[in-house]
């Protein structure tokens, strides 16, 4: 979704990331979904935004969402999950509020990467800064779940964690 990123984490093989501006384009977005639906025979279809930090890319997550609805409109049978890799650093309103929006018109899986504990979340995964990041994220993830609780059937919304495995986690 994105060259960007807000997090250096130690094992990140983007050694020489200089936290690049490239996002990906709405064509590319509507290209990617038309090859998805190409043989539309009514199954379900994932996609996922990956890439960089995808969440900084809320507008290309909006056109994806948007184009899936006008596919719909326009008679595709087949239907479709979305599903997010997110570091969850930063979760704004309008982040929230387009994951409700999402979740309205599809299943939706967040998957927040947090490795393991406090301590060794903090060594491994860092902001810019060189700040930990493991209460942020927890308390973003404790957010966007009590976002998810109020007043809305949580079933097309699954929360879960990604962990980079490692010998010392």
Known sequence: MTEQCNMKCTYCFEKDFKNRLGKVSNKVIEKSLDLLFANDNGEEKKFTFFGGEPSLNVEGIRHALEYYIKLKNNGLKSTIYFDINTNLLVLTDE????????????????????????????KQRIDLNGQGTYDRVINNAKKLRNAFD??????????????????QN
Request: hydrophobic share 35%; charged share 25%; proline share 2%.
């Open 95 to 122: 982040l929230i509020e387009l994951f409700k929006e999402i979740r309205t018109y599809a299943p939706f899986y967040i998957s927040v990467s947090c490795d393991g504990f406090k301590e060794l979340n903090d």
């Open 150 to 167: 109020q007043n809305c059937k949580c079933t097309k919304v699954k929360i879960c964690k990604h962990t980079v495995l490692n010998n």
